[in-house]
């Protein structure tokens, strides 16, 4: 377990952390403390973000895995490479609220 630091450097971006969610877009940041349910989903078409991880353990090795899949992953999938990068998925996909 971890805690995360993430900064939109482009694009717009939904979050939750815990039952509180927030919409965030360039120049923004949030921080995810570990051992509390968090999610977030891209919003606009592109999008960059700097994640901090604190300490590493296999999130980076995560990160990595998703961005080199050619496909979108199934929820089997995804909860296998979770699972390979000891984390596990504790609740449904996050949906944008308009």
């Given amino acids: 377990m971890q805690d995360e630091i993430f900064y939109v450097i482009e694009g717009s971006y939904y979050f939750q952390v815990g039952d509180v969610k927030f919409s965030l877009s360039k120049g923004d940041s949030i921080f995810l403390p570990r051992k509390v349910p968090h999610a977030w989903t891209q919003e606009s078409e592109k ?52």
Avoid: C, R, S
């Fill in 47 to 98: 999008g960059k973000m700097t994640v901090i991880m604190q300490p590493a353990g296999k999130l980076e090795n995560f990160f990595v895995t998703v961005a080199a899949l050619d496909h979108e992953p199934t929820p089997k999938e995804m909860e296998k490479i979770f699972a390979d990068n000891d984390m596990q998925i504790v609740g449904p996909p996050l949906k944008i609220q308009n």
